[in-house]
């Protein structure tokens, strides 16, 4: 059975929404360690995979055969599908051990349009889309605004999809992942100094297939020691922030930009609009013409600024706490 790290409730627990004042409260320093926006987008499409599975016996445990037999050809079924009309090959092993096939860019792909995902596996749309506004909010490098707004906001999408889950889907228990985002993702939110896009995994992960590299053709490969200290030194220079900087350019040309849907740019917030003066207003949903891009390209700027500053504030304040502690 699973449990949630912050609130230490169980799995059998989560889809009783009642808890939210009760049971569902954070343990002390539990929302500090923030969220995992990459692999929340796998579990997450690997929770909808398994409620489109399960649509034609509504159980949670495959126990009986005929009910084994039911989810077998429904598996098969919506793997064809998935096949046929997206082109992705999905829940099936990876030659070679190297997992499963579903990796963040199926799922990101999968869910590219929430509508036709739910009209292909018979699922509520009204929960597709949302959660897909939900994760690309969590992967955006721009702040979001959990609470402070009464109108619409991180914490009220994520109840009402909560309460849109537990409607359709009663019987098939919340994975971990999703009551984390649901139920405690606008309080971690408000406990993070920087939007938590920006401390996602896609950094280290995007580290992997460098190693590989390092390990054949920049390493000594006479003993395991030497071999791993090679790569981990290597993997050191390589991500210092002034030799980083040197690829910066290739990399953000490289980087695909995509169109922001008006559900994500209601939640996003304008840090201490009131306080900067420079700050312009928030950008409008209207039009895109070429003006209002510009504008709408500096007003980011502008938010990532004011995040930079308060990050170098953070910085100071330590290293002023830690000179103090010196003294
Ligand atoms: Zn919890």
């Known amino acids: 059975m699973q449990t949630c790290p912050i609130c230490h409730a169980t799995s059998k627990h989560f889809n009783n929404l009642s808890n939210k004042q009760t049971l569902f409260i954070p343990e002390p320093n539990s929302l500090q360690y923030g969220l995992s926006p990459l692999h929340a987008w796998i579990r997450i499409f690997e929770c909808v995979l398994h409620i489109a599975y399960r649509t034609n016996i509504k159980v949670w445990q495959v126990r009986s055969e005929e009910h084994k037999a039911l ?39 999968a869910f590219a349009n929430p509508n036709r995902l739910a009209e292909l596996l018979e699922l509520d749309c009204s929960l597709l889309c949302n959660l897909k506004t939900i994760l690309v909010a969590l992967s955006c490098h721009l702040p979001i605004d959990p609470v402070y707004d009464p109108v619409i906001r991180f914490d009220k999408l994520c109840t009402s999809t909560a ?26 939110i408000s406990m993070s100094i920087l939007p938590v896009g920006m401390l996602g995994e896609e950094g280290s992960e995007a580290r992997n297939k460098n190693y590989k590299n390092y390990r054949q ?45 008006p559900e994500l740019r209601d939640l996003l917030a304008i840090p201490d609009a009131n306080v900067d003066t420079e700050m312009a207003p928030k950008p409008t949903v209207t039009s895109s013409s070429n003006a209002e891009m510009e504008m709408e390209i500096d007003d980011i700027s502008g938010i990532l600024e004011i995040f930079q500053q308060r ?6 304040s330590d290293n002023n706490s830690a000179e103090e502690l010196e003294n």
């Open 163 to 188: 309460k849109i889950y537990v409607d359709q889907y009663s019987w098939f228990p919340m994975p971990l992942t999703l009551h984390k985002i649901l139920m405690h993702g606008a309080d971690i």
């Open 217 to 261: 053709f920049h390493s000594r490969k006479h003993n395991r020691e030497a071999n791993l200290s090679d790569i981990f030194n290597r993997a050191m220079d390589t991500s210092d922030p002034i030799i980083s900087t040197v690829s910066l350019h290739s990399r953000l040309n490289k980087r695909k930009v995509l169109q922001m849907s």
């Open 71 to 109: 989810f077998a050809q429904r598996k098969k079924e919506i793997q064809s599908i998935f096949w046929e009309k997206l082109g992705l090959i999905v829940d099936k092993p990876k030659p070679g051990g190297f997992g499963s096939t579903n990796d963040g860019n199926t799922a990101r792909r």
């Open 311 to 316: 990050l170098d504030a953070e910085v100071l």
